[in-house]
């Protein structure tokens, strides 16, 4: 499997942006899939997961309310909703999938959030 997000880029503060990450492969609509962040001079953080059809989520509990993720099979297509961005979401966007764990992951989109 290979992902390739997309949608990153550069906002102001309060303003949404909607992430992709497109997967081939026939799998995909069997894994479970998940959006990790990482800031300048940070650790990769969890952001949100979703099974594999899409019937349960989660959330890292700062994030719970203002990001949706959510998961197209027919598009083999993740996506991350952010809305009313903070500076301090600035940071590189990775999707990733698997079965189990997640195993395959994708390139990472930057946002940039300006206040």
């Known amino acids: 499997v290979q992902l390739q997000a997309s949608g990153g880029g550069l906002v102001q503060a309060g303003d949404s942006l909607r992430l992709s990450c497109a997967a081939s492969?026939?799998?995909?609509?069997?894994?479970?899939c998940g959006w990790f962040r990482q800031a300048p001079g940070k650790d990769r953080e969890f952001v949100a997961s979703?099974?594999?059809?899409?019937?349960?989520?989660y959330y890292a509990d700062s994030l719970k309310g203002r990001f949706t993720i959510s998961k197209d099979n027919v598009r083999n297509t993740v996506y991350l909703q952010m809305n009313n961005l903070k500076p301090e979401d600035t940071a590189v966007y990775y999707c990733a999938a698997g079965s189990s764990n997640f195993g395959y992951w994708g390139q990472g989109t930057q946002v940039t959030v300006s206040s």
């Open positions: 492969g026939r799998t995909f609509s069997t894994y479970r």
């Open positions: 979703i099974n594999w059809n899409g019937g349960n989520t």
